[in-house]
């Protein structure tokens, strides 16, 4: 079992951006594939981005180009830069350890002028 832990929300104007970070409370080294995923009011979670232990990130389709997921697994951190957001990115954002249940809290994340 992996603890994550969240930060790096809060509100921010249209075409700013956020650096999401997600701490993990053991090594990550083992852990193949984190994710970030997002959920909307009124929606389900859905994929954000997902990066692999030596592969190459994969990222939902309405990311086009603005995210991009990192992981330092001498750090135990898996962080997400969001650039150029937009209103409808507006979600609280979760770190997901992929395959093992493990979750965390989440961080919220606006976007408003």
């Known amino acids: 079992q992996v603890q994550l832990v969240e930060s790096g929300g809060g509100l921010v104007q249209p075409g700013g951006s956020l650096r999401l970070s997600c701490k993990a409370s053991?090594?990550?080294?083992?852990?193949?594939?984190m994710a970030w995923y997002r959920q909307a009011p009124g929606k389900q979670r859905e994929l954000v981005a997902t990066?692999?232990?030596?592969?190459?990130?994969n990222y939902g389709s309405f990311v086009k180009g603005r995210f991009t997921i990192s992981r330092d697994n001498r750090k135990m951190t898996i962080d997400l830069q969001m650039n150029s957001l937009e209103p409808e990115d507006t979600a609280v954002y979760y770190c997901n350890a992929v395959g093992t249940g493990d979750w965390g809290r989440g961080t919220q994340v606006t976007v408003s002028s």
């Open positions: 053991r090594s990550i080294f083992s852990i193949s594939a």
């Open positions: 990066i692999i232990a030596g592969g190459k990130p």
